[in-house]
């Protein structure tokens, strides 16, 4: 049997009913039955404002019938054993020998079925904080549920990375003077395993992600794009973009109005002020301003910069590094 966040029980139990209560407490209300075998559960969780991660396993055969989450995404981790789950009446069972993980979205009913040695690492994220990073990554808003497949293949180089980086992060907290000590470091490591979890699902948003869509979309701006997400820190005007692209400026600027419905500084724009969100999002309010990280990002007009960030994000910056 595993030992991950052996630091933080929640309860070890025979009990059928005890081990409905504390999943349901955790992470969410369910109906629980079992066949024959002696129930031996295990559950440790640790919990912050976005995401809980936990270890469990119930040593029995066991069912869960689980409603839409409403609020939140579940996602299941195997480690040991198999498990096969369906989603809204449609079966979509994952096996050995590739091992997989199971993702429960917030409106539509699961039911999960585990193998007497199952074992699994178990994410419970908040729906606004993955639907608040999905638009950090995409520089614009995400107003639908995330609609994953509900198989993950963890045996794909995505899936590892993304069992890897969240097998180190229960490790971390485990471990005295690990990431349970250092705030700032948790929410940095957990907002990668957001990331991770978002390239290895398949969704209507990953062609996006991975760029798959642009690149077929933005023809021979693909590079002038790519270049301004990787430098909006420096400085950056018209000519040195249409440098990068090989175009005249004029050539530059029709074509971003052609592709993108908007001029090249404020495509820089648009993704600078992604930037800064996504770096108030993992500061720590009590120690970070507003200022310092717009001024970093090429904002020295705060006023209008307020103004900026408001009209694309419809919130204050000072919203959203309370958040």
């Not at 009990?15 to 407490?25: I, Q």
């Not at 129930?39 to 055969?61: I, K, S, W």
């Not at 614009?140 to 899936?159: I, K, M, Q």
């Not at 400026?249 to 971003?256: D, E, G, N, P």
Request: proline fraction near 4%.
């Amino acid at each position: 049997m595993g030992d991950y966040l052996t630091s933080a029980p929640v309860v070890h139990t025979t009990s059928f009913e005890e081990a409905r209560e504390a999943v349901t407490s955790v992470y969410l209300p369910h109906r629980l039955e079992g066949g024959s075998d002696v129930l031996d559960m295990r559950l440790n969780a640790v919990t912050d404002r976005h995401l809980t991660l936990g270890y469990l396993t119930y040593q029995a055969e066991t069912e869960l019938w689980m409603p839409p989450t409403d609020v939140c995404y579940h996602v299941n981790l195997d480690l040991v054993g198999e498990t096969w789950a369906s989603r809204g009446g449609r079966s979509s069972a994952h096996t050995r020998p590739r091992r997989g993980g199971t993702v429960l979205t917030p409106d539509v009913q699961t039911t999960v079925r585990w193998s007497h040695d199952a074992e699994q690492l178990i994410l419970k994220i908040s729906r606004a904080g993955l639907e608040s990073h999905l638009a950090d990554l995409l520089g614009r808003p995400v107003v639908d549920v995330v609609a994953f497949d509900l198989f993950l293949d963890l045996e794909s180089a995505a899936g590892q990375s993304l069992l890897r980086s969240v097998q180190f992060l229960a490790t971390e907290l485990d471990r005295p003077g690990g990431l349970a000590d250092s705030p700032l470091a948790r929410r940095q490591l957990e907002s990668y395993v957001l990331t991770q979890l978002l390239l290895a699902g398949r969704h209507q948003y990953t062609d996006d992600l991975t760029g798959r869509d642009d690149r077929a979309r933005l023809g021979r701006l693909a590079p002038v794009v790519r270049h301004i997400e990787e430098h909006a820190h420096e400085a950056l005007t018209p000519e040195v973009l249409a440098r990068v692209g090989c175009v005249s400026v004029r050539t530059l600027h029709a074509a971003f109005q052609e592709q993108l419905g908007e001029s090249p500084m404020a495509h820089v724009r648009r993704v600078r002020l992604a930037k800064v969100r996504a770096e108030l999002l993992a500061s720590d309010p009590l120690e970070t301003r507003v200022t310092d990280v717009a001024t970093r990002w090429g904002f020295f007009h705060q006023s209008r910069f307020a103004q900026q960030y408001r009209a694309q994000f419809d919130e204050l910056p000072s919203a959203t590094l309370q958040r």
